[in-house]
T-cell receptor
Framework: GIQVEQSPPDLILQEGANSTLRCNFS?????LQWFHQNPWGQLINLFY???GTKQNGRLSATTVATERYSLLYISSSQTTDSGVYFC??????????????FGKGTKLSVKP | DSGVTQTPKHLITATGQRVTLRCSPR?????VYWYQQSLDQGLQFLIQ???????AKGNILERFSAQQFPDLHSELNLSSLELGDSALYFC?????????????FGPGTRLLVL
């Protein structure tokens, strides 16, 4: 099946630093989403980005579908950015199945 | 707030018992998905319903079952519970069948089996 690999698995930053999280996927997809899971367990939608670039405040994401990767940029990190960031994809040939396949996540800790 | 609601937020039960988790999708969304997040397996897809009909099945155990009702809310039934069923169970919804559209996740139900 499709492989979704995220790197790095763990990241420790000082407040104010910038970071780049990467998601590689092994097959063609028609849906890619980035999520932030906060320390309370909530999964928060960040981006729906099967291709192209989007920005939302200090966060931005880029997906290059032809090269099968996506990047999540976090600028001027804050302690509230701490948590686990997940990339999830849906196969292009998944047919009627709409389910997302998740990577293992990047655990981010932002120190004050 | 994603607009997807799940109840209960927490559930503690004993091995061998049966529980029901409930999910209300966002207004107008026809698809409901159930996912399980456990420490060893990560986030895994269990089952999808679209407008009352089962659409897709993932790694769902035979002891687990689900349904989507005419008002589009969904229930996930877990029976003969084992310690390994302890996990965070998420419900998600999307407006259609899921292709090329955002899935919105509920806050989850944290299940602890003792």
């Amino acid at each position: 099946g499709i492989q979704v690999e995220q790197s790095p698995p763990d990241l420790i930053l000082q407040e104010g630093a910038n970071s780049t999280l990467r998601c590689n996927f092994s097959d063609s997809v028609n849906n890619l989403q980035w999520f932030h899971q906060n320390p309370w367990g909530q999964l928060i939608n960040l981006f729906y980005i099967p291709s192209g670039t989007k920005q939302n405040g200090r966060l931005s994401a880029t997906t290059v579908a032809t090269e099968r990767y996506s990047l999540l940029y976090i600028s001027s990190s804050q302690t509230t950015d701490s948590g686990v960031y997940f990339c999830a994809v849906k196969l292009d040939y998944g047919g009627s199945q709409g389910n997302l396949i998740f990577g293992k996540g990047t655990k981010l800790s932002v120190k004050p | 707030d994603s607009g997807v609601t799940q109840t209960p937020k927490h559930l503690i039960t004993a091995t061998g018992q049966r529980v029901t988790l409930r999910c209300s999708p966002r207004s107008g969304d026809l698809s409901v998905y159930w996912y399980q997040q456990s420490l060893d397996q990560g986030l895994q897809f269990l089952i999808q319903y679209y407008n009352g009909e089962e659409r897709a099945k993932g790694n769902i155990l035979e002891r687990f079952s689900a349904q989507q009702f005419p008002d589009l809310h969904s229930e996930l039934n877990l029976s003969s519970l084992e310690l390994g069923d302890s996990a965070l169970y998420f419900c998600a919804s999307s407006s259609s069948t899921g292709e090329g559209e955002t899935q919105y996740f509920g806050p989850g139900t944290r299940l602890l089996v003792l």
